[in-house]
């Protein structure tokens, strides 16, 4: 069983900076995609980036150039640096973790992410 645990959300300013990490326990044998969520109160849960085990990404349209995802496979630890960050950022942020090969998911626990003056 996979569990995934997330930090480094918290209250920042317009156009600060903030890292999110999320490290998946235990011992990790398949090949598999992580990503980051995020969901807004009232609204549906979208995705913001994503990362493949080759270091291939996606990412949202509205975080493009502001955000940058990466992972470590040593430590089956995923990062989302966020920079510029807008008002519009603020919602709670979910680490995902996609097993390939039988397109299992497991989710975190989810992270407050609030940017405000």
């Known amino acids: 069983q996979v569990q995934l645990t997330e930090s480094g959300g918290g209250l920042v300013q317009p156009g600060g900076s903030l890292v999110l990490s999320c490290a998946a326990s235990?011992?990790?044998?398949?090949?598999?995609?992580m990503g980051w969520y995020r969901q807004a109160p009232g609204t549906q849960r979208e995705l913001v980036a994503a990362?493949?085990?080759?270091?291939?990404?996606n990412y949202a349209d509205s975080v493009k150039g502001r955000f940058t995802i990466s992972r470590d496979n040593a430590k089956n630890t995923v990062y989302l640096r966020m920079n510029s960050l807008k008002p519009e950022d603020t919602a709670v942020y979910y680490c995902?973790?996609?097993?390939?090969?039988?397109?299992?998911?497991?989710w975190g626990q989810g992270t407050q992410v609030i940017v405000s003056s």
């Open positions: 235990g011992s990790i044998f398949s090949i598999y995609t």
């Open positions: 990362i493949t085990s080759g270091g291939s990404t």
């Open positions: 995902n973790l996609l097993i390939i090969a039988t397109s299992k998911g497991y």
